[in-house]
Every structure is written in C-alpha cells, then in structure tokens.
C-alpha cells in the first residue's frame, strides 16, 4: 500500500514535502507551550521574573498556539487534495484493468464482489493517504519530548524509551497475529455485499418468485459470519489496550518517581518547573506513542482492505495490443477449435475440433437447439472468447483469436442498458467513420423504441419493453459497427413481434451488402432469406437438412 501511494504521488512530491513541513511546524508549535509553562513556572519559584520578561513570555506562549492553529487548517487541505487525486488516480487504474480484462476473467468473477474489493480498497488507500499528516505528528510527538527528558536527565529519558518500545513490542506483537483476522474480517464484508446486489439486480424475479426471504436469509448468513470475525478482533484489541492502558500509567508514574529519587540521591533541590516538564513531557510522549501504535493498527486493518484489490491489480492496465487485420479479407477459417467453460455444470466440451467457414460478404444464418452454443460461437468470432485449442486462419495466415476484435462486432443474446441517456447508450465516438445505411437503420430502429436520444433509461433499461430494449441495442451494435467487416448478432429479434421482426431482417441484410453477417434465429421462415445457413449439432456446424431445421424451431418453441 505504502508502494502504490508512492507511485501515485510521483507528480506531487513537492506537495508531500511541504506536507511534512507543515506537519513539523505544527507539531512544535502544539508541544514547545508545555515547556515554555515550564520554564514559567521555574522563573516564578525563583521570582526572578519581570513583568516586561512574562509578558514576552506570554507572548511567546500565544503565539506558538496561534500559529499552530494557522498552520493546521492548510496543512489538512493540502493532505486531503493530496489523497483525493490519489484516490482518483487509483480508481481510475482499478477501472482501466477491469474493462482491459479478457471477457473469460469477467466470466469467473462475481460483478457484486468485484464492485466491492473496488470500494474497500480505494476508501483503505484514501484513508492511510488523509493519515499522513497524524503519521508525522505523532512521530514527532515522541521523538521531541524524548529530547527534553534527555536534556532533564538521560536517565530519565533512556527508561522511557525502554518503557516505550516494551509498550510499542506488545502492541506490534498482538496486531500481527491479528493480520489474518482482519483479512478474513474484510473478505466477510462480501458475503454481505453479494447477495444485496444479486438481488437488487435480479429484483424483478424476487418479486415475481416471492424470493425475499432467500435473499434475506443469505444477508442475514453473510452478516453472521462478519460478526463473528469483528468478535475476534474486537476481543484482541480490547486485551491489547487494556494492557497498554495499564502499562501507560504505570510509565508515567514511574518515570516521576525515578526522576524525583534520582534528584534526591544526587543531593539537587528539586525544581517544580523541571517536575512539571517531566510530568507533562513524558504523559505526552506516552499519548504520542498510543497515537503511534493505534496509527500502526490503523495501518494494518487498511493494508488487509488494500489487498482485496490483489485480483484486480494483477490485470494488466491495458489489453495486449492485438494485430490489425485487413478489412479486405476474403476468407475466415476456424479449424479444429475446442472450447469449454470453466465450473460449468458440465464437465463436456461445447466444442471439440470445431471447424467454420466464413466467406466475405455473405450473409450466414446460424440455427441450433438450445444449449448447443451458439452464443458461445458468435462470441468466438467476434474475438471475445480464446478457444482452448484450435486455429484461427485469416485469408490462409494464422492469426490470434483475440484479433478478431479489429474487425468483428457482436450484439449479444441479453440485451444490456446502462442508466443515462438513449444517446449515452449509443457508445458513439465522433471520430469514427459513418456508414449511412447503417446510420439510418440505427436512426429508425430508436425512433421505433418510442424513444428520442435524450430519453431517460433506468438502470438495466427496465423502463423499457423487450423489443424496444433489443431495437436499441441493435442500434447500438451498427453505430458501433460502422467501420467493421464481420457482424455477429445473437438472437436479435426474440422479443419482437413476427412483421417487425422480418423488416428489420431484411433492412439489417441491405444495410451490410459487402459485409459478413451472421445471425443466431430459431423462425425457419427467415433463414431462406440468407444466403447460407448454418446448422450447429453435437459441437460441429452441419449441412442444414429440413428434418434438423424443423426439430430445432420445434425445440426452441
């Protein structure tokens, strides 16, 4: 944690040495009064004192404080625009990894924990960054006082230090066996999360199933097991500070003691000024170190929160540049391809030594029963999904699956809606070139959502209708497609009726002429009008036969 803090303050050292400036100036000025009291009341047992000295003394006193209180204020600005930009800086790294990811690590990952390890781990980094400021001033409030109590008497100031690493020893010792306690206490917090958020996404069949009492009963398993690691936490700490508080003062009693026997046997007249400063100075010291070691719990439970981050860290912040293909390809070849997902119900491959063939500018009709994996395919072909075995050939080159991403679009089977904005849903990037019969289809298609592009969508579009959800994000996948050469879509058109779903067919084959496209449908009546159709069996693309067309609408039905 200290690492990455690091790393992400290298445009703003000049800030955090002026920091550690402020934090020094700060610290002096709220611990020299003690002493000027001291010396004050030494210059009054001696009476010693003119008026014009005590008032200058008095001064003095005041214009520590009040420079204290000055410095303070800018000193806190200064450390929280410091931890804000840190903070910034870090969620947007976490956020670049996460949508640099491969869509198979996504696939693995729960979105309700990983939305979770993101928000414990930058509010533990922001916090340990506004500590910065506590850090230093703490250290110095032990550091300073241990220097006066040496010049009183280094007896004196080497049993306190004695006295303070006996106290700091404990208190590192019980923390350390806290540290996996800690860890499991923040990785808790997900049992709790995860079952809030899947049901807040999935609130529609709650409702519907009458599944509250399921969600409530998993909350309430995760929240239980976060109490009991908070349990064994809370009782540690509190056996660390009891010990600690009863070590504390006995410290400072015995540090009076031996400062008033070693006066005594060394024959000297003991001087009130010189008590009080031992007495205040080594209370102060003892409450800097506590300062210092609850700084060092601090540290630690924010460094077990850090590293839920660990998973997402260990992305790379930007994909792997893939190799750009020629958008004049002529011929795409997918040969002996295996593909399984990893902790599927099924322990059998989806595809084993899967082989496709694609030509440009034809438009493919892919049909299959359900389950056979056709959305797996699409997803292969449009570079989203690495088969574990199998060859990519490009025009007879070799190429990486993953490359397909320069040329293939895919509109996916579950239509996705962000909150915002029709326009905001669109992904539309000004610089990217326009086809206009793409643009004009996508046009149509949100006007027939009964929807203008500055229309509210709510999350997950629930404020909108199946169809209109599915013409949306067709439209979406053409202004994203517009300068693309492999369109990939699945199922696009279940939740539309029979008459819209032929006309929007037949506008997406008229809108990609010269372009491969390749459409998942089960209504055999629209597969005619493709110029080849695919027929996806047991984990292999077979030569469509009307027997295996009419048991796979008959399946779908």
Not at 268 to 273: P, Q
Not at 372 to 382: D, E, P, V
Request: proline share 3%; aromatic share 8%; hydrophobic share 45%.
């Amino acid at each position: 944690m200290i690492k990455t803090m690091w790393s992400l303050t290298r445009n703003r050292r000049k800030r955090f040495g002026a920091l550690i400036l402020l934090s020094i100036i700060v610290s002096l000025s709220r611990l020299s009064p003690s002493l000027l009291v001291g010396l004050g009341i030494g210059y009054l047992q001696n009476g010693t004192t003119p008026d014009a000295q005590a008032e200058a003394w008095m001064a003095g006193l005041f214009g520590l404080l009040i420079c204290g209180w000055l410095t303070r204020v800018p000193a806190k600005l200064m450390q929280f625009r410091l931890a804000a930009d840190v903070r910034t800086a870090f969620i947007v790294q976490l956020v670049q990894r996460l949508f640099a990811a491969p869509l198979a690590w996504h696939d693995r990952q729960h979105s309700g924990d990983t939305l979770s390890r993101l928000n414990q781990s930058s509010v533990a980094l922001y916090s340990f960054t506004m500590s910065q400021f506590g850090y230093f001033e703490a250290l110095l409030a032990v550091v300073v006082p241990l220097a006066i109590l040496f010049a009183l008497s280094p007896l004196v100031c080497l049993s306190s230090l004695l006295a303070y690493s006996i106290i700091a020893a404990v208190c590192l010792l019980v923390d350390r066996s806290q540290q996996q306690n800690w860890v499991r206490e923040a990785e808790a917090y997900q049992g709790v999360h995860v079952p809030v958020i899947d049901g807040l996404r999935n609130i529609l069949s709650i409702y519907a199933s009458r599944g509250r009492a399921r969600v409530e009963e998993s909350v309430r398993s995760g929240v239980d097991g976060l109490n009991a690691a908070s349990l064994r936490n809370v009782r540690a700490t509190e056996a660390k500070w009891t010990t600690v508080d009863f070590l504390a003062t006995m410290v400072s009693f015995g540090l009076l003691l031996l400062y008033v026997a070693k006066s005594h046997a060394d024959g000297a007249s003991l001087s009130l000024a010189k008590v009080f400063i031992v007495m205040a100075f080594s209370q102060s010291g003892l409450m800097a170190l506590l300062s210092n070691v609850n700084n060092v719990s601090a540290y630690a439970r924010s460094r077990a929160e850090f590293k839920l981050a660990q998973p997402i860290l260990s992305l790379q912040t930007e994909a792997p540049p893939l190799p750009k293909l020629n958008h004049d390809w002529s011929e795409i070849r997918l040969l002996n391809v295996a593909f399984a997902y990893e902790h599927s119900a099924s322990e059998r491959k989806i595809f084993d030594k899967l082989a496709v063939k694609l030509d440009r500018g034809r438009h493919y009709a892919l049909m299959g029963a359900n389950g056979c994996g056709k959305s797996t395919l699409l997803k292969i072909l449009a570079g989203l999904h690495t088969p574990s075995a199998g060859r990519l050939m490009i025009d007879g080159v070799e190429t990486n699956f993953a490359a397909l991403q320069s040329i293939a679009t895919l509109i996916p089977q579950q239509v996705e809606l962000l909150a915002g904005s029709v326009e905001s849903n669109m992904f539309a990037q000004a610089d990217r070139p326009e086809s206009k019969e793409r643009r004009a289809l996508a046009d149509s298609l949100i006007k027939a959502a009964s929807s203008a592009p500055g229309a509210m969508v709510l999350e997950d579009g629930v404020n909108y209708s199946g169809g209109q959800r599915q013409r949306l994000a067709l439209a979406r996948g053409l202004l994203s497609s517009t300068d693309g050469s492999l369109f990939v879509i699945d199922e696009p058109t279940s939740s539309i009726d029979a008459e819209s779903e032929a006309e929007i067919m037949e506008a997406l084959r008229a809108a990609f002429v010269g372009s491969t496209l390749i459409v998942s449908i089960h209504n055999q009546e629209l597969a005619g009008d493709f110029d080849d159709i695919l027929v996806l069996r047991d984990g292999q693309i077979e030569a469509p036969q009307p027997a295996i067309v009419r048991e796979i609408e008959f399946q779908h039905e």
